[in-house]
């Protein structure tokens, strides 16, 4: 018992150490594919976003502690026939990340709503992926009454909306003082590839620069405490997730829904509920993936979305 102890320990140091390299920004490069950088003032807030082609509206939301980054290889396509906007979501990404406890999907939902409104944007489509499927609902819902034409198709990829169990690095980012503590002991890269892994079916396409991506974006000043609010709030009380569910029958526009076959954050089960309850709705299962088809297996996403887009 000792020795397996002494070899627990040997591999947990040697783990630690392998993800304490220093996190480097990611080249300017990057980024320059998704489009031109702008800010949305926010009730004093800067929220980050790119813009990036020409033609009728897409806005992409990303899901819990991702940004922008996780659109690369949808977004710029997209922009050969549309107006691609992809958005850092409050505390997240280049985004401001306030201490004000108001990052439930209900308030990022108001948020993008006002942003949408102020952009004036019609015919619009919106897309979100896991967290950002959730504010991509209740931001329909808040604007369907105001601007009933405004938004004419959703596509929700791998999304929350259902109760579920939750995956272990939001249980973890819950607890009071735990995630911080976490965020100084644990090197950013290290928790970036245990999250990454975790979100994979092949654990394999994980990439050396999808860890220092979003391990640059998760160190940086407000993200822990961003990311530990969201986990505290992204769970709607019971009435509240009742009532949401209600009114899915009642969203008559298009709907794409994209699953991972083997997600195991979102269950598939929960993308079978969104089929049954969405009245115009499709699924589309991408075998051999997990919770990110959008990176994991970004063509059949593409093609998916190319094809729905078209009808």
């Known amino acids: 018992m000792r020795l397996i102890k002494i070899i627990a320990l040997?591999?947990?140091?040697?783990?630690?150490?392998?993800?304490?390299?220093?996190?480097?920004?990611?080249?300017?490069?990057?980024?320059?594919?998704?489009?031109?950088?702008?800010?949305f003032d926010y009730h004093g807030l800067k929220i980050n976003y790119y813009e990036k082609g020409q033609g009728p509206p897409v806005l992409l939301l990303h899901g819990f502690a991702a940004c922008a980054y996780t659109w690369r290889f949808i977004g710029p396509p997209l922009a050969a026939d549309q107006r691609v906007i992809t958005m850092d979501l409050k505390g997240f990404g280049l985004s401001d990340k306030p201490d004000d406890g108001h990052y439930a999907m209900a308030d990022q939902a108001?948020?993008?709503?006002?942003f949408i409104r102020r952009q004036d944007l019609h015919d619009l489509v919106i897309m979100g992926h896991s967290m950002g499927g959730g504010v991509t609902l209740m931001?329909?819902?808040?604007?369907?009454?105001?601007?009933?034409?405004?938004?004419?198709?959703?596509?929700?990829?791998?999304?929350?909306?259902?109760?579920?169990k939750m995956p272990w690095f939001i249980w973890m980012a819950k607890v009071p003082g735990l995630s911080t503590a976490l965020s100084k002991l644990l090197p950013p890269r290290f928790a970036a590839a245990l999250v990454l892994k975790k979100c994979y079916y092949d654990k394999d396409k994980v990439t050396e620069e999808q860890i220092d991506t979003y391990a640059y974006y998760g160190s940086l000043p407000g993200a822990a405490a961003a990311v530990s609010q969201t986990a505290k709030q992204i769970v709607p009380k019971d009435q509240e997730i009742e009532a949401l569910i209600a009114q899915y029958k009642t969203i008559k526009v298009p709907v794409l829904v994209i699953w991972g076959?083997?997600?195991?954050?979102?269950?598939?089960?929960v993308g079978l509920n969104?089929?049954?309850?969405?009245?115009?709705?499709?699924?589309?299962?991408?075998?051999?993936?997990?919770?990110?088809?959008l990176e994991e297996e970004p063509l059949a996403t593409r093609q998916a979305i190319g094809e729905f887009l078209k009808k």
């Open 10 to 39: 040997a591999c947990l140091i040697f783990l630690l150490a392998a993800g304490c390299a220093g996190v480097t920004p990611p080249p300017a490069s990057l980024s320059q594919d998704w489009g031109e950088q702008k800010t």
């Open 110 to 114: 108001e948020m993008v709503a006002d």
């Open 139 to 164: 931001t329909y819902l808040k604007l369907r009454e105001t601007d009933p034409g405004g938004i004419k198709k959703l596509v929700l990829i791998d999304s929350a909306g259902y109760p579920q």
């Open 261 to 269: 076959k083997e997600d195991e954050v979102v269950p598939l089960k």
């Open 274 to 293: 969104f089929k049954r309850d969405l009245p115009d709705s499709q699924l589309v299962v991408i075998p051999h993936c997990g919770h990110i088809p």
